[in-house]
DNA sequence: TAAGTTAGTTGTCAAATGATAATTATTAAA
DNA sequence: TTTAATAATTATCATTTGACAACTAACTTA
């Protein structure tokens, strides 16, 4: 096996990653919601309740602007903030209820994009993507380690 | 195979490969080049040459603000303008010397990141990744075809 | 308890990006 | 041959995003 060649073939494929998901959420109305706060958004719906901090760490986004786009959502009433009982200084953040069918309503979006395009999937291809999906997660895009490192 | 799993799935892997993509890139020093300059000129370098239409269209910038910043980058000497033969409106776009050898060390980092990803995998593994790519590339990420469409 | 560290906030500034209108030149269609 | 459509440019403006400094409060460690 080739490894350039494998290289070759990961560029390809994270492109039409990118480009694919591009396309399944294109079209969802974010109305006066910013790209970057739908993102927070987007993270806090799978990993809540969370941090400030690791709203920031995971998203590259400053402290200071993670807090100013924040502060936006929950003025919006989109998320709401509590404290943290085992620290004072923490903040743990969920989707209030608004925020939360707004995500599922993006996420219903993006699942109706999906199964359209498995629409001619059989049960067999269905479990060879899943199979797919698991070995790359486990092996190229596994998440939490790093290279050289800053 | 439950479909609503698989997309939930879906949803993990892509996370996974988008944040893994950021890890493998952000360590490039870009210098005085914004990243939509740079992922135009990544689009240039993989598929040049290109139309001015063409990078509008697939990295979703407007005409004008594509055109604005291509002219920054033809004004870095990273790319190259030239008339299109067969229609006097149209200008293909290619990469210069330096703009190739700066793509060239931007791939390169990926590729050495890319690599040391793979440092422990075997020739199996190699080959069952290659596979899984193909998998994935050929259903869930195919390109070139829309649901709704606008 | 003093010093240092962590979590988060606020304010300000500059740069990057997106959006729109108006324009030229060229090609295609009626 | 007028008309419409396409490819690209220029100019302008508003918004978004990123960066930095200064700050408070709470926690940790020596």
Same mark, same amino acid.
């Given at each position: 096996?080739?490894?350039?060649?494998?290289? %070759?073939? /990961?560029?390809? =494929?994270? $492109?039409?990653? %990118?480009?694919?998901? =591009?396309?399944? $959420?294109?079209? =969802?109305?974010?109305?006066?919601?910013?790209?970057?706060? !739908?993102?927070? *958004?987007? !993270?806090?719906?799978?990993?809540?309740?969370?941090?400030?901090?690791?709203?920031?760490?995971? @998203?590259?986004?400053?402290?200071?602007? $993670?807090?100013?786009?924040?502060? @936006? *959502? $929950?003025?919006?009433? &989109?998320?709401?903030? =509590?404290?943290?009982?085992?620290?004072?200084? @923490?903040? !743990?953040?969920? *989707?209030? /209820?608004?925020?939360?069918?707004? #995500?599922? /309503?993006?996420?219903?979006?993006?699942? @109706?994009?999906?199964?359209?395009?498995?629409? %001619?999937?059989?049960?067999?291809? *269905?479990?060879?993507?899943?199979?797919? #999906?698991?070995? &790359?997660?486990?092996?190229?895009?596994?998440?939490?380690?790093?290279?050289?490192?800053?």
């Amino acid at each position: 096996m080739d490894n350039k060649e494998l290289f %070759h073939q /990961a560029v390809s =494929f994270i $492109t039409a990653v %990118h480009q694919v998901t =591009f396309d399944m $959420t294109k079209d =969802f109305e974010l109305g006066d919601i910013t790209p970057v706060q !739908y993102g927070m *958004l987007e !993270y806090i719906a799978v990993s809540q309740p969370v941090t400030l901090s690791e709203i920031s760490e995971c @998203k590259h986004i400053s402290m200071p602007n $993670t807090s100013r786009e924040l502060k @936006k *959502l $929950t003025d919006r009433g &989109l998320c709401e903030k =509590f404290d943290a009982p085992e620290d004072k200084r @923490k903040q !743990y953040i969920r *989707l209030s /209820a608004v925020g939360q069918s707004f #995500m599922n /309503a993006a996420f219903a979006h993006m699942e @109706k994009e999906f199964q359209y395009r498995l629409r %001619h999937s059989t049960e067999a291809d *269905l479990k060879r993507i899943a199979e797919a #999906m698991q070995v &790359l997660q486990e092996s190229l895009f596994q998440e939490g380690f790093k290279s050289g490192g800053a």
